[in-house]
């Protein structure tokens, strides 16, 4: 019988000084163990301000780029959460298994600042969420397509107010198509505003995220933010704004054109949706999924794809969307009764 020996290293690592160890294993040690977890072959033991890792040569090699990665964080002032380790080990994986191409430094997507307001940051947590702020920099139209919770809105929105801030627009524009989803508008109380009111509210909610809440009523009476449902768009040509359709999944195909027909110089468009969350009645097709056919490649135009791995949200939230893609590929159906879409992963 022939016993297999696995080569086994050993790495050092010391902390420089300045770094108090707690800022390194987390308060009672709740980094070290997710790093623990997260290496369940790898021996790691902490004597003073040195770290030793023994165990093969490939995952002791991503524990030695896992401390570089958080040192090079910590050496920005920001914290290191356990959050933040799981999706710097989740991109080094995936740097070395070779996936998405072209790979940002951990540590470049996590302490790159979009936007600080209220005492907190907002920044990119992923590689394909860190692809997806860039491609809003360097291109005119951008399509940000993903699952819920992978911070497509929310990370336009935080572009669209630095833009206003630095003075790049006059304008912010953000609209959705009051499409119902499993209600109808008509048998919603009160006027036509307050009907509508529900289908903006998470535009709302974002914008006092990022702003200051009292300046927000004088910043829309004087125009300067808008905030409406996207049949008001028609006829018009936007110039000098920053303009984002989000839930563009519901737009028929008519729309999703008058949308797109309606910018004007010097502005931006980035559109948002999950084409798995279509709420268009029966036998009318999504504008988002059709636009993919008709604007890929069109010089100028970028569609980000973002996957549950970007979902920022509760972890569970990653796992829902995981499931019900399972449940989709085994039964050949979308989520909305037809045929699933092909999934892309990765940002194009």
Do not use: C, W
């Amino acid at each position: 019988m022939t016993q297999t020996t696995t080569t086994q290293d050993t790495a050092r690592f010391t902390v420089p000084s300045k770094h108090p160890m707690v800022t390194v294993l987390g308060s009672g040690d709740s980094l070290l163990r997710v790093i623990e977890t997260a290496f369940p072959e790898t021996d790691i033991h902490v004597r003073g301000n040195e770290v030793t890792a023994t165990g093969t040569p490939a995952e002791v090699a991503l524990v030695q780029r896992l401390f570089d990665e958080m040192m090079l964080v910590l050496r920005t002032g920001q914290p290191m959460t356990e959050d933040a380790v799981e999706r710097t080990i989740s991109m080094l994986r995936k740097a070395d298994a070779g996936e998405g191409g072209g790979h940002a430094a951990p540590a470049e997507v996590l302490t790159q600042n979009i936007l600080s307001s209220r005492g907190r940051t907002i920044r990119p947590k992923t590689l394909n969420q860190k692809r997806y702020v860039d491609a809003i920099d360097k291109h005119t139209v951008v399509f940000g397509i993903g699952p819920a919770g992978t911070g497509k809105t929310y990370l336009a929105m935080a572009k669209a107010v630095q833009a206003l801030q630095s003075k790049q627009v006059n304008r912010i524009i953000l609209t959705r198509p009051a499409v119902e989803a499993g209600e109808r508008l008509g048998y919603l109380p009160g006027t036509l505003y307050e009907k509508i009111d529900p289908y903006l509210r998470p535009l709302y909610d974002a914008l006092h995220d990022m702003l200051d809440p009292d300046s927000i009523p004088r910043l829309m009476a004087a125009g300067t933010i808008e905030v409406a449902p996207l049949a008001y768009m028609r006829g018009r040509t936007l110039n000098d704004a920053f303009i984002i359709l989000d839930e563009a999944q519901n737009t028929s195909p008519e729309q999703m054109k008058m949308f797109l027909t309606r910018l004007g110089f010097d502005s931006k468009i980035v559109i948002t949706g999950d084409i798995t969350q279509v709420d268009l009645p029966g036998g009318t097709k999504s504008g988002l999924r059709q636009v993919q056919e008709i604007l890929e490649g069109v010089e100028d135009v970028h569609f980000s794809r973002l996957t549950s791995t970007d979902v920022v949200r509760h972890k569970l939230v990653g796992r829902i969307v995981d499931a019900y893609e399972r449940y989709d590929v085994r039964t050949g159906n979308g989520t909305d009764g037809r045929p699933a879409p092909a999934h892309t992963n990765g940002t194009h």
